[in-house]
């Protein structure tokens, strides 16, 4: 393994879905995630909040030794990249950035579902417009998502109906394809499969994101994937460290433990 250490955030487990399409990729990858559970849901805040929570976020992150950064939360990627790229100290790598190769040539209409504060920033039509101006984007927000999906309870069938409500609007207008625009969702990929008609394609920006990091790990020769078994993760959150620690194991099937930090004290390193 070489000395490169990703260091990756999100609000929660959603980043769990980057952090596992990157080592899926490029094998045991040294990296830190920190979940900020302490201010879980982000889509909901404000956009000032969301912006200094950015600027702290990634303060912390700068302490950590790392050589790249993974915003693995969409909502910050939209409301906050000014910030995270004024403050990094290292290379820094986006979801939305990555979102343009996954669309196909032959889609006309494409949906996004992400966060409230994700579909108010638009952020996602004008990143996909840079590139495909002449596909009709249509931004759906999933507010209670997140929430439910933090809970691990899958069968729910309250998760279910919010899934079905939010997919409708889509299916009416006839999208090719619907883009995860919240990290936490390829976590209920089944959810949208079994509630979708098979002509609508899912798209999961990790991927694409994955494959920009061969830049530094190399592209993989083997295609057989690597199983990811996250030895060399560090994982911290803002709060509740065991209750984290209990979702990594619900969601990764690791044992793992979590550190507890504070990012107002940037003193604090691993
Ligand atoms: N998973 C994050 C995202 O991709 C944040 C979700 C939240 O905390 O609301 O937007």
């Known amino acids: ?22 080592l899926t990729r490029h094998g045991d990858v040294n990296a830190v995630y920190l979940g900020d559970t302490l201010r879980l849901p982000y889509g909901k805040r404000s956009v000032s909040e969301i912006r ?7 303060t912390w992150l700068n302490y950590q030794d790392i050589s790249a950064l993974i915003i693995a939360c969409n909502t910050t990627n939209s409301l906050a990249l000014d910030i995270v790229k004024q403050v990094s100290r290292v290379p820094i790598y986006g979801l939305l950035e990555s979102v343009h190769e996954t669309i196909d040539s032959s ?18 039509k004008k990143s996909i417009h840079s590139y495909k101006p002449n596909v009709t984007v249509f931004e759906q927000a999933c507010p209670s998502l997140v929430p439910l999906i933090e809970t691990g309870q899958l069968n729910s ?8 409500n939010y997919l409708q609007p889509l299916i009416d207008n006839a999208v090719d394809s619907i883009i995860l625009g919240c990290s936490h969702y390829p976590l209920i990929e089944h959810i949208f499969i079994d509630l979708l008609p098979d002509k609508i394609r899912l798209i999961d920006p990790s991927q694409s994101l994955a494959k920009k990091l061969d830049s530094y790990f190399g592209c993989p020769q083997d295609l057989d994937k690597f199983i990811p078994s996250f030895s060399n993760v560090q994982f911290c959150s803002t709060s509740d460290s065991f209750g984290f ?7 990764l099937g690791i044992d793992t433990e979590v550190k507890l930090v504070s990012l107002i004290s940037n003193a604090c390193v691993l």
Do not use: C
């Open 1 to 22: 393994m070489n000395n490169i250490k990703l260091g990756f955030f999100d609000s929660g487990v959603g980043g769990f879905t980057v952090l596992k399409s990157i």
């Open 245 to 251: 620690a209990a979702r990594a194991q619900h969601w």
């Open 107 to 124: 889609d006309t209409k494409v949906g996004v579902l992400s966060t409230p504060s994700t579909a108010f920033s638009g952020a996602y």
């Open 157 to 164: 069938p309250e998760l279910r109906s919010a899934a079905k």
């Open 52 to 58: 200094e929570i950015a600027n702290e976020v990634v």
